[in-house]
């Protein structure tokens, strides 16, 4: 009998050791969890004051450290949240859209059903098409630059006019380049209207037709509108599709058409950032 009470005692006390130091090692890995999370949320708490403080800089690298060290496990999808917004944040003098497009690509790649994945599909196909907007619109420089390179060429082609008619458009020429270094702009548009009202569809009605184009579309005109800006230089390559103003309208058109769907476009994305930020 007492062989056996010593064995079972034994037994006891063998579980009761093991059952302890399970319970131990349990205890050790639920506080080193509390810690790691303790540690996690101090960091999240550090890149929210960064974003507070307008420090976008530090707030960026903070967060591109945070989605490498979570590259497959949250928060590494709040982080490349984060990262695409600073990109383009208004806070920030230099926007870089396309790296902040990719990385809204990498977010809904890595984080397929993050909560931020949505979000991600949205802010895709808005830059994806601000972006296209931008290229287009560097050709457009591009074209214009070559037209205006053009221009000079253009002039010569003047002296191969019919006297009279040559000297009436230099002669509305120098005027309007006075008048716009005076930036007298109405007294500008006054005149070319009453070349337009005598000349009908003949010249140098295009030209007076270009000039105005031109004023509406001056930056430093008060009175700039793009829209009529738009109609006189759709006006002259209608009804004067011959003229050597023709083509540098046609530039004119394209550019003024895609500076209008930029505007649009940024719109959208202020539109945009404001439903995030409610």
């Not at 967060?63 to 383009?88: C, E, F, M, R, V």
């Not at 931020?116 to 420089?141: G, M, V």
């Not at 002039?155 to 040559?166: I, P, V």
Request: charged share 35%; with cysteine; hydrophobic share 35%.
């Amino acid at each position: 009998m007492g062989r056996k009470r010593n064995r079972k005692r034994k037994l006891f006390l063998f579980y009761l050791a093991a059952g302890l130091g399970l319970l131990f090692l349990v205890g050790c890995a639920l506080w080193d969890q509390i810690e790691r999370e303790r540690d996690l949320d101090e960091r999240l708490a550090l890149g929210q004051k960064f974003m507070e403080e307008g420090k976008y800089d530090q707030a960026l690298q903070f967060y591109k450290g945070l989605a490498a060290d979570y590259p497959q496990n949250p928060p590494g999808d709040l982080a490349l949240k984060q990262t695409a917004s600073i990109l383009i944040h208004p806070g920030r003098p230099q926007k870089k859209y396309q790296e902040a497009l990719d990385t809204w690509w990498k977010l809904l790649k890595n984080f397929p059903k993050s909560p931020y994945a949505a979000e991600a599909r949205s802010w895709i196909n808005l830059l994806t098409a601000y972006l296209d907007q931008q290229n287009k619109l560097e050709k457009e420089k591009q074209q214009l630059l070559q037209a205006r390179n053009q221009t000079e060429e253009c002039r010569a082609k003047l002296e191969e006019f019919k006297q009279d008619q040559k000297n009436v458009s230099l002669d509305l020429i120098a005027r309007n380049q006075k008048l716009m270094a005076q930036k007298d702009f109405d007294r500008f548009v006054e005149e070319n209207h009453a070349v337009l009202s005598k000349s009908g569809n003949k010249l140098p009605a295009d030209e007076a037709l270009y000039a105005l184009g031109l004023i509406y579309a001056h930056g430093e005109n008060p009175k700039k509108d793009s829209l009529k800006a738009l109609g006189f230089f759709n006006r002259l390559v209608r009804e004067f599709p011959r003229s050597w103003r023709t083509e540098e309208a046609k530039v004119w058109i394209k550019n003024i058409e895609t500076f209008e769907r930029s505007k649009q476009i940024d719109l959208e994305i202020e539109e945009k950032r404001k439903q995030l930020r409610k």
